[in-house]
């Protein structure tokens, strides 16, 4: 069983729509990290959200931690193509260097 | 500066066979992580290095497994009489340290096929 659950496991999206992406657990974590996997490379950070209701903007996606820092979102304004991806929510617990990851959600944009 | 690189980027292998995969982590980053990717999954821990020694092999799935770092630099992951459960992309990650305020840079990963 995985500690982090991503929903939905895919999404595809005209561009130009908005999108929201989840991440949940029922543990507490005292960082979650947000990752872009393209297809034959490893994941590549976009954000790291440590504190309680945490907001963080990176051009036109928006990161949420939750208030109790058990789960978070992922928000994306006006999609485009190069958006498509597969996004991995990941969370280290207090004292635990170890990252949790998510299954991914698969995020396709169409032109 | 180069990134974290991984050899080689495809196996193939036959049930029963040892091999080994390398992971270059950056240099200068003391941390060194091994992740298993399963199709459809996230990353999974294997084991992580601090310097040269092993600081926690939880994430290996049974005694076929081990990893060494004996300079505190390059790694290899070594899987004995692989089974084709094995089939998967392992990753290799460093970091500047052991906390989650230092970012794991990752490598493209080495995608093995057991047949």
């Known amino acids: 069983t995985q500690l982090l659950e991503q929903s939905p496991q895919f999404l595809s999206i005209q561009e130009g729509e908005n999108l929201t992406v989840y991440c949940n657990s029922s543990?507490?974590?005292?960082?979650l990290q947000w990752y872009r996997q393209e297809p034959g490379e490893g994941p590549v950070l976009l954000v790291t959200v440590v504190t309680g209701g945490e907001v963080k903007k990176l051009k036109r996606l928006t990161f949420q931690f939750g208030d109790a820092r058990k789960d978070s979102s992922l928000h994306i304004t006006a999609a485009q193509p190069g958006d498509t991806g597969l996004y991995l929510c990941a969370g280290e617990r207090s004292n635990d260097y170890k990252l949790s990851f998510g299954a991914g959600t698969t995020v396709t944009v169409r032109a | 500066g180069a990134g974290v690189s991984q050899t080689p980027s495809n196996k193939v292998t036959e049930k029963g066979k040892y091999v080994e995969l390398r992971c270059d982590p950056i240099s200068g980053h003391t941390a060194l992580y091994w992740y298993r990717q399963s199709l459809g999954q996230g990353p999974e821990f294997l084991i992580y290095?601090?310097?040269?020694?092993?600081?926690?092999d939880s994430g290996l799935p049974n005694d076929r497994f081990f990893a060494v770092r004996p300079e505190g630099s390059v790694s290899t992951l070594k899987i004995q009489r692989t089974e084709r459960g094995d089939s998967a992309v392992y990753l290799c990650a460093s970091s500047l340290g052991n906390r989650g305020s230092y970012e794991q840079y990752f490598g493209p990963g080495t995608r093995l096929t057991v047949t």
């Open positions: 290095f601090q310097g040269t020694g092993a600081a926690d």
């Open positions: 543990s507490v974590f005292s960082s």
